[in-house]
């Protein structure tokens, strides 16, 4: 079955929802109820016990895990490697047939070919499907060597360091090139409850929980007691489904809501707007 809900940017997102034949809204956890009412669309609203204080501030300093999402949210994987070009060069390894037969002819998101070759051929054409994962997975920690840090993404783990909270990484790009963006940036030092890439079986991929709850059986945190900070519907499905409040960041508000809505405690609409009430409450 061809991945399906995968998000379009103009860079396209390699935590995007793909298909893992589970359904991202199945779950409806009280976690994200933990931080009181908010409004995903004007990103106002009121906290725990009355706090007027920003709900996302309210949701990341209460929380004693804090996962984040790798592409779009630490980092700008694809940058200066181009995700449109990865994707061809994923193509022509597989060729023409292959992808016309797996739907995958013109797709410009390198992690949708991938996962549309794996899904037609992993019985049929083995040694084609480990061939187009090695070259992904090359093509991403190539990609991880040149990488940007998104705006507002280190200093947001600084402070959340300094709050004394554990953060880790969950992510559907490969666990080599997070590991080399983190350590090129000196940023592994802020990931103490560790790194999850992208399983073996694309089909565990987010919006599937298990990365997720890879994180929670190694911390010992309760889902309530964390939350997860990312840019796609396949990180608000796969939070939503162990019960762990949801912080979405991305420019585009209707994301959350179309075609159907996800459950998302809060959302804004990128990085740096998080930092302010952090530095405020330094000067409490």
Not at 99 to 121: Q, S
Not at 123 to 135: D, F, I, N, S
Not at 184 to 198: F, S
Request: glycine residues 10%; proline residues 7%.
């Amino acid at each position: 079955m061809p991945p399906t809900d995968t998000d379009t940017d103009t860079a396209p997102d390699t935590d995007a929802d793909t298909n893992t034949g589970t359904d991202p809204h199945a779950h409806t956890g009280a976690g994200a109820d933990a931080v009181g009412d908010t409004d995903a669309r004007t990103g106002t609203g009121t906290g725990a016990g009355g706090d007027d204080r920003n709900p996302a501030w309210v949701l990341l300093s209460g929380a004693s895990l804090v996962v984040l999402d790798f592409d779009k949210i630490v980092c700008d994987l694809f940058v200066r490697s181009p995700a449109d070009r990865i994707a061809e060069r994923l193509r022509e390894l597989a060729g023409s047939d292959a992808c016309h037969g797996a739907g995958a002819t013109g797709l410009a998101d390198p992690l949708v070919v991938f996962t549309r070759i794996h899904a037609t051929y992993r019985h049929t054409a083995p040694g084609l499907v480990t061939a187009v994962k090695e070259r992904l997975d090359a093509e991403e920690v190539a990609a991880a060597e040149s990488a940007a840090r998104m705006p507002g993404a280190a200093a947001l783990m600084e402070e959340l360091t300094g709050l004394g909270k554990e953060m880790a990484v969950v992510s559907n790009n490969c666990e080599l090139a997070v590991q080399t963006f983190l350590k090129r940036h000196d940023l592994e030092k802020h990931i103490t409850a560790g790194v999850v890439g992208r399983p073996d079986a694309p089909e565990l991929m987010k919006p599937d929980p298990f990365g997720l709850l890879h994180v929670l059986h190694g911390s010992g945190v309760r889902p309530v007691d964390s939350v997860m900070v990312g840019d796609s519907r396949a990180d608000a499905g796969a939070a939503q489904r162990v019960g762990m409040p949801f912080l979405g960041v991305h420019p585009d508000e209707g994301r959350w809501r179309r075609p159907e809505p996800v459950e998302v405690a809060h959302a804004v609409p990128d990085m740096t707007s998080l930092l302010p009430d952090f530095v405020a409450a330094r000067r409490v």
